[in-house]
């Protein structure tokens, strides 16, 4: 006999769902599918590798550091799903409307969201110009993560804070 879920865990399933219809949208389901692959690391990659061509010397000491905090992040990340092995919701409710395949088997935390608020993070940091393309985008990768059936809230929300003390930790023990 398995055991009820609590009341929050029924409440965020209620959300999951009802955020989800919006994959369900063609057009909208695109830009999230979109926006979640981009995530998988070529948006940051592509930032990491202009950032010194515009700016040499601090913009390579910027991608090193954005480069750091993501490995960091990689490790960290692993290590919580592989200890956690929290099953994702497309792989729980069949009533969810997935378009896009997952990288890994489990869902807690969101490695996506971690990565791009890390990421993001840094990158305003150094660079506060950059705000309106990283963090609009770093929303969007969050966002997406639910929409397509493929985190939790709570799988979103801890990857945020988790990608947020790793990119302050970064950014205090070596600088911007």
């Given amino acids: 006999m398995s055991a009820k879920p609590t009341r929050l865990a029924q409440l965020e399933l209620r959300a999951l769902l009802l955020v989800n219809r919006a994959n ?65 919701p497309c792989a729980q409710y069949g009533e969810l409307f997935t378009t896009v395949e997952p990288l890994d088997e489990f869902s807690f935390p969101s490695g996506h969201t971690m990565h791009a608020v890390a990421f993001s993070m840094v990158a305003v940091t150094v660079y506060p110009a950059l705000s309106w393309l990283v963090l609009p985008f770093t929303a969007l990768v969050a966002l997406s993560r639910v929409v397509l059936g493929l985190h939790y809230v709570s799988d979103v929300f801890v990857g945020a804070l988790l990608g947020l003390v790793v990119s302050l930790v970064s950014l205090q023990l070596f600088g911007a």
């Avoid at 750091?68 to 200890?83: P, S």
């Fill in 24 to 88: 369900m949208r063609p057009v909208l389901g695109r830009v999230f599918a979109v926006a979640s692959r981009l995530g998988d690391g070529v948006f940051w990659y592509v930032l990491m590798l202009l950032i010194p061509v515009l700016e040499p010397a601090r913009g390579l000491r910027t991608s090193l550091l954005m480069l750091g905090t993501g490995l960091t992040c990689t490790v960290l990340y692993k290590l919580i799903k592989e200890t956690t092995r929290r099953p994702r």
